[in-house]
């Protein structure tokens, strides 16, 4: 014979070119029927003695074979480790019975599964009933779209906190996950509000729906203690920032009399011939905002941003028209029909209410202002995502808004 036979290749080809072994099917059948048996029947150490041989011949058994173990094993209630392990690391049909159906898998059994197997196992390992916080986020490290897509549709799965915020962070640049994100009940306006800034249109609507709540019941909690914050003279740093999110005023007094400007709407006026840095900064501080929270809103291309700014702060409807013009962006397409975006900006400003606005607004100045010292920002510019954990909850909404932007 031209090949030897100690080839592993010509070996294997041999081995499939064998008619099945009837009495390795039936042995392999039996030794099955005995680790299934119930603890009256069959004892913690004869059940080992047998699994053992068990995995010994399924490791030259065929796929079929070894996928008719898997589903006798998948109901059991007490399997075998050693035995569970090899399945889980065989081929992902092999291994689906006891992914998808066994019920009595721990972590550590799919932990090691997700590290040592494929994208496939890892996405049966996303559909199956009751997947834990520790699990998901060894599937969301993975960062493989499909795996997380299921993962999100699983509505049995539990997602961690940090899970979220690293789905939230991976949309950035892929936005095929949004729209099962946005459905998962883990979902916070930490983060979505940061997701707005690169969600689509649609994505967008949905969370100025959904996460633009009222701050009705902070008002009710906290306002007999605006009063006792004046007496002292607004000393405390953390009690003023905290009552600045939850007061109804938007526009900032105080900045008003420092202006050029006679109000909000003179300097939004002044803005529609042409925005400069120096009137963007002033509408900011007439907002109540800071420039860096301004300068977001202003580079949006979508348009809401601009329908928040203006319904949270009192502004006419055609203020939106106005910083349109003072940003140099068309009204119309070049068939002269509406721009898309200023229309939906307009839809924005129609639907959202007064209170529901500044809360957006205000957790965007929140995130994207007061948090940012200069480990965060450098963390933004050296991709520190390893240090995440360091920051707070603004802090981090920041670093995923403003990484883009510092050259990530």
Not at 53 to 73: D, I, N, Q, W, Y
Not at 215 to 227: M, N, P, S, T
Request: aromatic letters at 4%; a neutral charge.
């Amino acid at each position: 014979m031209s090949q030897p036979a100690e080839d592993p290749g010509f070996a294997a080809s041999l081995e499939a070119q064998r008619p099945p072994s009837r009495a390795r099917s039936i042995l392999l059948r039996r030794l099955a029927d005995v680790v299934c048996l119930p603890s009256s029947r069959v004892n913690a150490f004869e059940r080992a003695m047998t699994a053992d041989l068990l995995v010994e011949m399924l490791r030259e058994a065929s796929v079929a074979e070894r996928t008719k173990v898997s589903r006798r094993l998948a109901n059991l209630m007490e399997a075998p480790p050693g035995l569970v392990r090899l399945l889980l690391r065989d081929e992902a049909d092999v291994a689906e019975p006891l992914l998808v159906d066994c019920p009595t898998l721990n972590d550590a059994d799919l932990l090691d599964c997700i590290r040592r197997t494929t994208l496939e196992h890892r996405r049966l390992v996303a559909i199956r009933r009751g997947v834990s916080e520790v699990v998901s986020d060894a599937l969301i490290e993975m960062e493989e779209i499909p795996v997380i897509d299921c993962l999100l549709r699983n509505n049995l799965a539990r997602l961690s906190h940090s899970g979220v915020e690293a789905i939230v962070a991976s949309t950035r640049g892929d936005g095929r996950l949004v729209p099962a994100l946005l459905k998962r009940p883990e979902l916070r306006p930490a983060h979505a509000y940061v997701l707005f800034w690169w969600a689509d249109a649609e994505a967008r609507r949905t969370i100025l729906q959904r996460f633009a709540v009222s701050r009705e019941i902070l008002h009710d909690a906290a306002g007999d203690i605006f009063a006792l914050a004046a007496e002292e003279g607004w000393q405390d740093p953390l009690s003023r920032k905290a009552l600045q999110f939850i007061e109804r005023r938007q526009r900032n007094r105080a900045a008003l009399k420092k202006s050029h400007f006679d109000s909000l709407e003179d300097a939004v006026a002044a803005a529609q011939t042409g925005m400069t840095r120096e009137t963007a900064e002033e509408i900011s501080y007439l907002a109540g905002l800071k420039p860096t929270t301004g300068a977001k809103i202003f580079t949006d291309q979508g348009g809401e941003a601009l329908a928040v700014l203006c319904k949270a702060t009192g502004l006419p409807r055609a203020a939106i028209r106005a910083l349109w013009r003072g940003l140099r962006r068309e009204e119309t397409d070049a068939s002269g029909a509406p721009n898309a975006a200023l229309e939906r900006a307009i839809i924005a400003y129609d639907t959202i209410a007064v209170d529901r606005a500044q809360t957006v607004l205000r957790y965007w100045n929140w995130s994207l202002s007061s948090a940012l010292t200069p480990a965060l920002l450098r963390a933004i510019r050296e991709g520190d995502d390893h240090a995440i954990d360091e920051y707070s909850v603004p802090q981090r909404a920041a670093m995923l808004a403003l990484s883009k932007e510092f050259g990530r």
